[in-house]
């Protein structure tokens, strides 16, 4: 299944603390100074809170340099006392291994304590964790079990977390409806993840009438929230007159915000819009580029482009190796355009530039 969990998870976005001390923005007043100061006094007398916040601090640089080692010193402390969001707080810094070595069962023991105590979000990590078999034996019903929880406390990553199960059929028997259900519940919530995947089954008629409409609504607030899938998706929108007036301009628009986050999809489609110059210039020097940046990332559309591209000469120069290389890797992902420029370019090939596109194929190794 898709390893999600790593992906869409984030931290907060604030400090908030007892005594309604708030830290927040990367330049602080002097009054914000006072206050970190003041965390600093309770954390230091033991209050789990503070200790907890001021690990806050330190993980994101507010009011202090940051320090990944003096963040997790003071989760620690917190966590001792039982601290729900210091055990969680810890828990993912030994998931992402930042001042500690990274150590998923470390990981799992503190998110699970956290979780015990109905911390939503120690939840939905714990769940993913069990779903991936990340520091614990895959077990798909707990990681279930810690999902729905979460989910049904009405924390938004779970439920769309959830509805993504639904979707994939999986973990859990297939089931639009039900996935629906739960993406409107974190979409509603303004999840971008839960918005963009509610506008997918609108897109496709799965689970709901298909609605371009309302699918493009939740679209674009995904996209305003800057992300790229929603941001892909809406160009693709835009680029087909897909719920709004046809407009290549917009398309490229909103292509090339995804493509600048290196969303593979993106950079693929921007490319296929700079090498037919639509919405922009033709520019097919630029279009390969975009093409060898998603193919690089293992993206199959990307590497059938990348392929035809070195097979004609078009952008670059022309390469039958490297051209057999991306056409072979885009097949594994079913992706066959061009097949007849692969079937012509090959019969000209060489029994050695066979083999030496063969070898490039089982050393290629995908970008993260």
Request: charged residues 20%; contains cysteine; neutral net charge.
């Amino acid at each position: 299944m898709k390893a999600i969990w790593n992906v869409k998870h984030s931290w907060v976005t604030g400090l908030v603390v007892a005594g309604g001390l708030l830290l927040c923005g990367a330049g602080l007043a002097c009054a914000q100074l006072s206050a970190l100061d003041e965390i600093r006094a309770k954390a230091e007398q033991g209050d789990a809170e503070s200790q907890n916040a001021l690990g806050l601090a330190y993980r994101y640089g507010r009011g202090v340099a940051p320090d990944f080692q003096k963040a997790v010193e003071w989760f620690q402390k917190s966590a001792a006392q039982g601290n729900a969001a210091g055990q969680r707080n810890l828990g993912l810094m030994y998931a992402e291994g930042r001042g500690v070595k990274q150590d998923y069962q470390e990981a799992v023991q503190w998110l699970g304590k956290a979780a015990e105590q109905n911390f939503t979000s120690a939840q939905n990590y714990l769940g993913m964790l069990y779903l991936n078999g990340k520091g614990v034996p895959q077990d798909l019903a707990t990681g279930v079990k810690w999902l729905r929880r979460a989910a049904e406390s009405n924390y938004a990553e779970a439920q769309d977390n959830l509805g993504e199960l639904y979707v994939e059929g999986k973990v859990l028997p297939q089931d639009y409806s039900e996935a629906a259900k739960w993406f409107r519940k974190g979409a509603d919530q303004n999840f971008a993840s839960a918005q963009n995947n509610l506008a997918t089954l609108y897109l496709d008629g799965k689970g709901l009438p298909q609605d371009y409409a309302a699918a493009m609504k939740l679209v674009r607030q995904a996209a305003e929230q800057n992300y790229a899938s929603a941001q892909c998706t809406l160009g693709w929108m835009y680029s087909e007159g897909k719920g709004v007036p046809q407009d290549d301009a917009e398309a490229v628009k909103w292509f090339r915000r995804a493509a600048d986050q290196n969303y593979a999809s993106a950079q693929n489609n921007l490319g296929m819009m700079c090498e037919k110059g639509r919405g922009v210039g033709r520019d097919p020097v630029a279009a390969v580029g975009l093409y060898c940046k998603a193919a690089e990332r293992g993206y199959g559309g990307a590497q059938n482009n990348l392929a035809i591209a070195y097979a004609l000469g078009q952008g670059i120069t022309k390469d039958a190796v490297e051209a057999s290389k991306w056409f072979a890797l885009a097949a594994t992902h079913g992706d066959h355009k061009g097949e007849d420029i692969r079937a012509n370019l090959e019969k000209e090939m060489t029994p050695q530039q066979i083999a030496e596109a063969q070898k490039r194929v089982r050393e290629f190794v995908p970008k993260n």
